[in-house]
């Protein structure tokens, strides 16, 4: 049953005046709106931990939310990848394929796109096949690459919102931070999301610029989050390397249609 409130617009919106732009534009009428985003699953790796994500996707059921989805969700390791994945890894990137998509279809009217991560581009590395692309189109949602941004209306309120599996070797808490805080350099949007770090962390900034229909500078508050991952630690690649334990989930931020604000919650 279709979602009639989350209509992702899948023609036209790929270009802005002056130069070409990826765009996703999803509106809903409802007073308010949470977007969840859901990545790094590591799906087929023994330790994924699969209820902690049904748990989630029941919750945005429930909710009502938007659904995110920033990548990484195979495991998808071969041969050629670095570690042990290849042995380790429980089910095969075909099966780990059939499997999620059995998983997700139910939830696919919530969906307003999902992003591909280093995980998926082993297989399109290897042998040319994107799973993610795959993925997206059995479930008939729209694959976002590794990058881009959202134009998000809830009510009259119009968000503006960057998202991207990221790149990142950082190890340290705010190092990790710093790769989504980077992004505001070059990109001006309400909200940051970026996985990839298997961390959950959230900061706000307030960034002036000058309005030029009221002549005024403005101050406008800034939203970045790293938004989590579904893995356990002990016995893992992060327990083998000591990396410090991270939190399982994920971020939840609630857009409101009344006001221009953004509430992110752990």
């Not at 505001?184 to 309400?190: E, G, L, R």
């Not at 900061?203 to 229909?213: G, I, N, V």
């Not at 970045?224 to 991270?246: C, I, V, W």
Request: charged share 25%; aromatic share 10%; with cysteine.
């Amino acid at each position: 049953m279709a979602n009639k409130n989350a209509t992702p617009d899948l023609v036209g919106m790929d270009k802005i005046v002056g130069r070409p732009v990826k765009l996703n534009k999803v509106q809903t009428n409802e007073k308010e709106k949470s977007l969840i985003p859901i990545g790094d699953l590591h799906y087929g790796s023994p330790f994924c931990s699969i209820d902690k994500v049904m748990k989630t996707l029941e919750y945005c059921r429930k909710s009502n939310a938007w659904i995110l989805l920033m990548g990484d969700l195979f495991e998808s390791a071969t041969r050629y990848s670095i570690g042990a994945g290849v042995y380790e890894q429980t089910k095969n990137p075909q099966k780990q394929l059939d499997e999620l998509t059995e998983i997700f279809e139910p939830y696919k009217d919530l969906i307003i796109g999902s992003h591909s991560g280093n995980h998926e581009f082993r297989c399109l590395k290897e042998v040319g096949i994107d799973l993610m692309k795959i993925f997206c189109k059995s479930l008939g949602i729209r694959y976002l690459g590794y990058s881009i941004n959202h134009i998000l209306m809830v009510e009259k309120q119009r968000y503006i919102v960057f998202s991207t599996h990221g790149s990142s070797g950082a190890t340290l808490r705010h190092t990790k931070i710093k790769k989504v805080l980077d992004i505001a350099n070059w990109n001006d949007s309400d909200l940051y999301l970026y996985a990839h770090t298997h961390s959950i962390d959230t900061k706000t900034d307030e960034h002036r610029s000058y309005d030029s229909k009221n002549k005024t500078m403005v101050t406008k508050k800034r939203y970045f989050a790293l938004t989590g991952s579904f893995l356990t630690y002990d016995g893992s690649y992060a327990d083998m390397k000591n990396y410090q334990p991270e939190k399982m989930g994920v971020i939840k931020a609630k857009l409101f249609g009344d006001i221009h604000d953004i509430h992110l919650s752990t």
